[in-house]
Structure formats: C-alpha cells, structure tokens
C-alpha cells in the first residue's frame, strides 16, 4: 500500500473543494488514486470539518 504525504492529500482535498470541484472518479484517473482511498480521505476531511 503506497503512503502519501500529508502535503499531498490536502492539495487532492483542495482539488475536491470549490471552485476546483472535481469528482472522486475524475481526480482518481489523474492522480493515480484508488477511488476508495480518496472517498476515505473525503470522508476523513469532512469528519474534521475541513471539507
């Protein structure tokens, strides 16, 4: 299981929320991310209150 850095998820995160706003499946395709970890990291975020 590849380890990403903590910099790394949050620029994906940021991606996700506005004014990028783009899909789980979109930033999968791009990043090379399994659409399940970014649902996880999604749902973590958001859990936080940070997205």
């Not at 380890?3 to 506005?18: F, G, N, T, V």
């Not at 659409?35 to 997205?51: C, D, I, P, Q, S």
């Amino acid at each position: 299981m590849p380890h990403y850095s903590p910099e790394r998820k949050e620029a994906i995160l940021q991606k996700m929320a506005p004014p990028h706003s783009l899909t789980v499946s979109e930033l999968a395709s791009q990043e090379g991310i399994s659409t399940a970890t970014l649902y996880n990291w999604r749902k973590a975020a958001r859990e936080r209150g940070a997205v």
